[in-house]
């Protein structure tokens, strides 16, 4: 719910100019192995609803919703430094949350000192869970697998095309939010059967995985990137890679780092192909 769009008929902080003060939350976020950690410390500036919150009639109140799983679940807590954990499998992809402070019980005769002029000599009823304050929402991607491998599935697949030959396309508008490389069927086939290979993977892997996410991060780095694809699954994890400590030294923003922010999320791939080359054309009769 997006609680900033919508009119109510009593004063509500953080919508439009109801009340005069402030409710804003940092977040925290730790993806772990078995559970994902939500840190919300809220700053909250209201004499008439600080008073509530110490008379345990309102309470800090988060809404997590994440589409992929459905889930949907309201976390309370009367501690302003307010910690949620949320087992891993439960979320997937894009993760909403939502602050507010609720109504803990019926409060027949509310009024807020700081209120709209508008409201001046007027009292509401407000009844149990409805909505006194907004303190903003933020979003985070739920990507543990991402996070904890090299792996690239969790953003990135590889399909078959209808044609029956040509060159591979790459879509970054998909609806699963994945980067989507598009083989064609003859292509693709010959993929399937020999990308297993230890030998043969790095190769597959560099010449269609790599270039895929150079062009990627280049549409990134443009002016309208964010845009045009920041709802995008692949882009979030992409902006979530930008804390590793590696990735962090690099300009994200200049297209001409896009080569070496792949090899680096894609552990040298490179290198791999060298590899795989040299133990493909190693002679036995050479070590004689």
């Keep these: 719910m997006r609680i900033s769009n919508l009119s109510f008929p009593y004063p509500v902080l953080g919508v439009k100019d109801d009340i005069h003060g402030q409710h804003k939350v940092a977040v925290e976020i730790r993806l772990a192995e078995d559970n994902i950690y939500v840190k919300a410390t809220h700053t909250f500036f209201n004499e008439s609803l600080e008073e509530l919150i110490r008379e345990k009639k309102a309470i800090f109140c988060a809404q997590i919703i994440c589409s992929k799983t459905f889930f949907r679940n309201v976390y309370l807590s009367q501690d302003k430094n307010q910690e949620i954990v949320i087992p891993q499998d439960q979320l997937r992809d894009k993760v909403s949350v939502d602050f507010f402070v609720v109504a803990k019980k019926d409060i027949p005769n509310y009024a807020n000192k700081k209120a709209h002029k508008d409201y001046s000599g007027y009292k509401f009823f407000v009844g149990k869970g409805d909505a006194l304050s907004f303190g903003g929402n933020f979003s985070f991607v739920a990507a543990k697998q991402w996070m904890a491998s090299k792996s690239v599935a969790s953003f990135m697949a590889i399909i078959c095309g209808d044609r029956e030959t040509g060159p591979m396309k790459i879509d970054l508008?998909?609806?699963?939010?994945?980067?989507?490389?598009e083989l064609s069927s003859k292509d693709y086939e010959r993929y399937c059967k020999n990308s297993k290979s230890e030998v043969f993977y790095p190769l597959y892997h560099s010449c269609i995985v790599f270039p895929a996410l150079m062009y990627a991060l280049i549409q990134m780095s443009t002016p309208?990137?964010?845009?045009?694809?920041?709802?995008?699954?692949?882009?979030?994890?992409?902006?979530?890679?930008?804390?590793?400590?590696?990735?962090?030294?690099?300009?994200?923003?200049?297209?001409?780092?896009?080569?070496e922010i792949a090899q680096t999320i894609l552990d040298e791939p490179l290198n791999r192909v060298f590899n795989s080359i040299e133990e493909l054309t190693n002679d036995p009769g050479d070590e004689e």
């Design 173 to 181: 508008t998909r609806g699963d939010g994945k980067i989507v490389i």
């Design 224 to 259: 309208d990137g964010k845009d045009d694809y920041g709802d995008r699954l692949w882009f979030q994890i992409l902006e979530e890679k930008k804390k590793d400590k590696k990735l962090a030294e690099l300009d994200w923003s200049d297209p001409s780092n896009a080569a």
